[in-house]
């Protein structure tokens, strides 16, 4: 297995860092899967309460200058890695102003991701800052376990009010309760809402608009000021939000 990669823009390295930073906030370990046009970082919580789970999908074309790798075999053209997300997000941190950063699959006694950056200088002579992140080879046997999760076609689709705002009021709510009932319509109202033996407490957003949803016979079919709702641990929300920082 092989692989290095090049990036030189500074647009591309600071978007790049911000998804590395956001998959920290998210989970201590992820899987980065590495293929010959994409990067893809996967959380897999199995957790028998629930827990975050994501599928990142990074177009390799859109950030590297330089991209080759070479997979298991031929037919299997892919590496799976997993690593801590900190030591990655705490990488890249210093190739903030880099001149380039270079990332490479190297054995150092066990598997690494070096990360090299180079950093600009007042003199001719240019920093090289390396960093050697440990990792586990993921079996072929296991790639099973990583694949795109299917999402099912949900009855309402909303756009959301600014995440700090939400994030604001979900983190105000969690000194009531522990579960939070989140409603939507397709009039573009959403619904935050606790309710406990004492207490019940909601607050509304209104005109937030509505994407369309992959089938159009579900929206065709609802009446848009009926509700859909979900009910979800509020911990496991802000989790979520928290790391919601890509732009």
Not at 26 to 46: V, Y
Not at 77 to 97: F, G, P
Not at 134 to 143: A, E, H, M
Request: net charge neutral; glycine share 2%; charged share 25%.
């Amino acid at each position: 297995m092989k692989f290095r990669a090049k990036i030189v823009d500074a647009a591309c390295l600071n978007h790049f860092t911000r998804v590395s930073n956001m998959i920290a906030k998210l989970a201590k370990t992820c899987t980065l899967r590495i293929s010959p046009e994409k990067l893809n970082f996967i959380l897999c919580d199995r957790l028998v309460g629930g827990g975050v789970s994501m599928w990142c999908e990074l177009e390799q074309e859109n950030f590297f200058s330089e991209f080759q790798m070479e997979g298991v075999s031929a037919e299997n053209n892919a590496i799976y890695l997993e690593l801590t997300s900190e030591n990655l997000s705490r990488a890249l941190k210093t190739a903030q102003n880099a001149r380039t950063l270079k990332i490479k699959l190297t054995n150092k006694h066990f598997p690494c991701l070096t990360v090299s950056v180079e950093l600009l200088s007042m003199s001719t002579s240019s920093r090289i800052v390396t960093h050697d992140i440990p990792l586990k080879v993921i079996p072929r046997k296991l790639w099973k376990d990583f694949q795109q999760p299917s999402v099912p076609d949900a009855d309402v689709s909303i756009y959301l009010p600014v995440l700090k705002t939400l994030k604001s009021v979900v983190e105000k709510m969690k000194n009531i309760s522990n579960h939070l009932v989140i409603e939507a319509n397709l009039n573009g109202e959403l619904n935050l809402k606790i309710e406990t033996d004492l207490v019940c407490v909601t607050t509304h957003f209104k005109d937030l608009g509505n994407p369309p949803l992959a089938s159009d016979d579900a929206s065709r079919d609802r009446d848009p000021a009926e509700m859909a709702e979900v009910h979800v641990d509020i911990r496991k929300l802000l989790q979520f939000l928290a790391g919601q920082q890509t732009w």
